[in-house]
């Protein structure tokens, strides 16, 4: 499957939110979709999702314009907005019943494919529990798993992670970076450790444009030999915030991380770049 975003752009009241958008993605790997908040993000997945119609700009999935025939992004489609619909007296079987149900998919294959989730989502054992007594987390899972019902081929989750813990995050990204195999998978997120390591693509969004389309390897060498780290007391952590990727606490004290074409100090070692350095970096220059 592929799809192909072309020169599309789209304002709110008299606000440009995407700004000739060009893209092509197709499945084989996750596609991790960044930006600051603002970006544009959730505006164009709810385009891509046909919610949203471009007023420039087409988009074809497999080379049928789905802005002029949205039927064929829909019945194609598993999305999973921000805010997930919440239906607090329902159990999660209850629930994914109700979602086949709307997607037209047999009582038959339901039932199989309800299972099979419940089991990737580590959830077989709680699928006659009501989702109020469900944590936030389970409940995402539960969201996850409705989307993927009737195995769609391109799937979108808009920040799937927010508020999880670490462990569920990770059951998220492995399940999402599985299917990515051979489906179209957008995950958007500000959580960079979620796309770290399972994404092939990565899109930065900012202000409504692309700033970077490519692999993550690409990102990493904007800012190879441009990531420094040094130890610094306390008291002094709190000036140095210019370009600073991380601050985290060591066994040794304080480790700053920053970005800078130059050693920003006599005691700065160069380190090898993580993707948070790389994004920011390209977030804050902006080209
Ligand atoms: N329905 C709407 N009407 C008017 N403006 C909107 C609407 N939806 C979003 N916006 C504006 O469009 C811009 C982009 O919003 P969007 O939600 O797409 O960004 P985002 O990158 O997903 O941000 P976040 O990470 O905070 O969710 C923001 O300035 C937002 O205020």
Redo the contacts with the bound molecule.
Sequence with gaps: MELNIRNVSLT??Q?L?LDNINLNLHSGGLIGLI?P????????LRTISTILKPEKGNIFLDGVDIVKYPKKMRISLGYLP?QVPYYPHLTPIEYLQYIAALKGISKKQARSNIENLLTKFHLINAGNTKLADFSGGMRQRVGIAATLLGDPKVIIVD?PTIGLDPLERVTIRNVLAEMAVNHIVIL?T?VISDIEAVASKIIV?KEGQILYTGSPEGLLQRVTNSVWEYTAPVNQVLNQLENVSSIAQEIDGIHIRVISQSKPNAEAVNVTPRLEDASLAILESGD
Aim: glycine share 22%; charged share 15%; aromatic share 6%.
């Design positions: 709110f009241g606000k939110i930006g908040n603002g970006a544009g993000k959730s505006t164009l921000q920040e958007s500000h969004l």
